[in-house]
């Protein structure tokens, strides 16, 4: 099995996917095109591409990391750290600030996914109730 198709067919479920998806949820869909591949190989694939910037893996407080294609729409997230409520944030908002950035410290932004935690407006009215 050739490590560049598995590469491939990751690639392709993260792009086709519409919400952002697991490790087990990438192997399964990975193996829909090639029914003879091992998790490790999959897990390895994940973690090359990661490391070579890929794709990018984020903390949605889900129990596990979901991925992301770095060709995918750059977008970012609220995250109620209480419900799990997850909203959608256009990445255009975060422009300014990633060019003050690049500007102050010289660096080229390639972060495509924020995660940014909190409390939504029903859990912050709950911990108010003292619940
Ligand atoms: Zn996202
Ligand atoms: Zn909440």
Same mark, same amino acid.
């Given at each position: 099995?050739? !490590?560049?198709?598995?590469? =491939? @067919?990751?690639? /392709?479920?993260?792009?086709?996917?519409?919400?952002? %998806?697991? #490790? !087990? /949820? %990438?192997?399964?869909?990975?193996?829909? =095109?090639?029914?003879?591949? +091992?998790?490790?190989?999959?897990?390895?694939?994940?973690?090359?591409? $990661? =490391?070579?910037?890929?794709?990018?893996?984020?903390?949605? *407080?889900?129990?596990?990391?979901?991925?992301?294609?770095? +060709? $995918?729409? !750059?977008?970012?997230?609220?995250?109620? /750290?209480?419900?799990?409520?997850? %909203?959608?944030?256009?990445?255009?908002? &975060?422009?300014?600030? &990633?060019?003050?950035?690049?500007? /102050?410290?010289? @660096?080229?932004?390639?972060?495509?996914?924020?995660?940014?935690?909190?409390?939504?407006? !029903?859990?912050?009215?709950? #911990?108010?109730?003292? *619940?």
């Amino acid at each position: 099995m050739r !490590a560049s198709s598995v590469d =491939h @067919y990751i690639l /392709q479920a993260l792009e086709e996917s519409s919400e952002h %998806i697991t #490790s !087990a /949820q %990438i192997y399964e869909r990975v193996r829909a =095109h090639l029914p003879a591949v +091992n998790p490790s190989t999959v897990y390895r694939a994940l973690e090359r591409l $990661a =490391h070579n910037g890929k794709i990018s893996i984020s903390d949605l *407080g889900r129990g596990a990391m979901v991925y992301q294609s770095m +060709n $995918a729409g !750059a977008h970012d997230h609220l995250v109620c /750290q209480r419900c799990g409520e997850i %909203i959608h944030l256009e990445h255009d908002r &975060f422009k300014e600030i &990633f060019s003050a950035l690049e500007a /102050q410290y010289g @660096y080229r932004m390639v972060t495509n996914h924020l995660v940014l935690w909190g409390l939504c407006p !029903a859990c912050q009215s709950e #911990s108010e109730a003292g *619940g």
